[in-house]
């Protein structure tokens, strides 16, 4: 059973960072992409960034280029965001996700098979 849990939520002020952290376990994540989607109060869940452990590519949500930053420690089968310059509109649910297809990136939940549960990040003006 794959498991995801996400960690480092909280209330931030604009401007600020946040560290956000999704531990995963359950199988070998090597050959499969990994990546986070938000979803604000009455809006749709969104892509926000990817990530392959297999080959490290990398793609983003236009929302989030330039701020936020995905990276992996696969010692620990840890994914993270770093989200800096944080902007009231990224107040919103964050959800890791993963897939058990080898997509090369996750860009649609429509790809996305397993989900965290998620972690409240707000951001105050």
């Known amino acids: 059973q794959v498991q995801l849990v996400e960690s480092g939520g909280g209330l931030v002020q604009a401007g600020g960072s946040l560290r956000l952290s999704c531990a995963a376990s359950?199988?070998?994540?090597?050959?499969?992409?990994m990546g986070w989607f938000r979803q604000g109060p009455g809006k749709e869940r969104e892509f926000v960034a990817t990530?392959?452990?297999?080959?490290?590519?990398?793609y983003y949500g236009d929302s989030v280029k330039g701020r936020f930053t995905i990276s992996i420690d696969k010692a620990k089968n840890t994914v993270y965001l770093q989200m800096n310059s944080l902007k009231p509109e990224d107040t919103a649910v964050y959800y890791c996700?993963?897939?058990?297809?080898?997509?090369?990136?996750?860009?649609?939940?429509?790809?996305?098979?397993?989900w965290g549960r998620g972690t409240q990040v707000t951001v105050s003006s």
């Open positions: 996700a993963a897939a058990g297809t080898p997509w090369k990136a996750i860009l649609s939940t429509m790809q996305v098979d397993y």
């Open positions: 359950g199988r070998t994540f090597s050959a499969y992409p």
């Open positions: 990530i392959s452990w297999s080959d490290g590519s990398i």
